[in-house]
Nanobody, 127 residues
Framework: QVQLVESGGGLVQAGGSLRLSCVAS????????MGWFRQTSGKEREFVAA????????SYTDSVKGRFAISRDGAKNTMYLQMNMLKPEDTAVYYC????????????????????WGQGTQVTVSS
């Protein structure tokens, strides 16, 4: 099975930046589409960004376009979320997710499409 561990969360002022990492163990991520989701207390977990197994296709929710960038490093078996120009409304627990697929161009943006999840990392943006 795939184990995912997020890191890089923390406290940052509005306008600042953070880079989240999701490191996989157990299996290589070369055949896994991946994504980032976030959740605040009392709200449903929502899609943030996704990337295909090849890294050549990405998708973002409208609120983070132009500010966040998802990427992956096959050699390090790691996925990243670079978050710039952070806003207080970005405050949430961020989760990484993975789903095995043989389609190198597949980008998944729905919760139900992912089978593997990390434990989450807290991102807090102050005003």
């Amino acid at each position: 099975q795939v184990q995912l561990v997020e890191s890089g969360g923390g406290l940052v002022q509005a306008g600042g930046s953070l880079r989240l990492s999701c490191v996989a163990s157990g299996r290589t991520l070369s055949l896994y589409a991946m994504g980032w989701f976030r959740q605040t207390s009392g709200k449903e977990r929502e899609f943030v960004a996704a990337i295909s197994t090849s890294g050549g296709r990405t998708s973002y929710t409208d609120s983070v376009k132009g500010r966040f960038a998802i990427s992956r490093d096959g050699a390090k078996n790691t996925m990243y979320l670079q978050m710039n120009m952070l806003k207080p409304e970005d405050t949430a627990v961020y989760y990484c997710a993975a789903q095995r697929t043989l389609n190198p161009n597949l980008v998944l943006s729905n919760l139900a499409e992912y089978n593997y999840w990390g434990q989450g990392t807290q991102v807090t943006v102050s005003s």
